[in-house]
């Protein structure tokens, strides 16, 4: 298992949530929750610092897949976010690993765990970004490799397993 410092991101329309890893890559935690910024890029400039600041060793971005495995608009929107972050992150490497379902486990967690409805609308992104990043790190440690894809800084769109 590969030390340090693991960002994970978990890209909405509306909210980006932010999960880090401890540095030995072990466990994920919740870290933030930053509002979207399509137009100015702002959540992108505070997701590159938090990055910067934790000396992060790679940063792992959640990949909506349709389950019949369609190519979908949020998952376009996710590859382009992650092209954005890997242009402004290069030399750490991006990822992005396949979330399905993580969100809908987060409502379900956060419910069974007590947390009310609006107050689960401004943490259910943390958790999101919580679960996908734990994914990531125990796939690691069960195929000691590097999860998902690997996002090339310098393209405009991210590739697919198959090279398109």
């Not at 890559?25 to 910067?52: F, I, N, Q, Y």
């Not at 495995?69 to 949020?74: M, Q």
């Not at 242009?87 to 379900?108: F, G, I, K």
């Amino acid at each position: 298992m590969r030390e340090g410092v693991r960002v994970g991101v978990d890209v909405g329309t509306v909210r980006v949530g932010v999960a880090v890893s401890d540095p030995r890559g072990v466990l994920a935690s919740p870290h933030a929750t930053l509002a979207r910024d399509s137009d100015k890029d702002t959540d992108l400039d505070e997701l590159v610092e938090v990055v910067a600041r934790l000396e992060a060793v790679e940063v792992v971005v959640g990949l909506p897949r349709h389950l019949s495995g369609a190519t979908s608009e949020s998952e376009r929107s996710a590859r382009r976010y992650a092209s954005m972050l890997a242009m402004r992150v290069s030399p750490v490497p991006v990822r992005l690993v396949d979330e399905r379902l993580t969100t809908v486990d987060a409502h379900r967690t956060l419910r069974a765990s007590g947390v009310s409805g609006r107050r689960r609308r401004a943490v259910v992104d943390q958790a999101a970004a919580v679960l996908i990043l734990q994914a990531a790190l125990d796939t690691e440690r069960a195929t000691e490799r590097p999860p998902g894809e690997r996002v090339r800084p310098g393209r405009r769109k991210a590739r697919t397993k198959d090279g398109r």
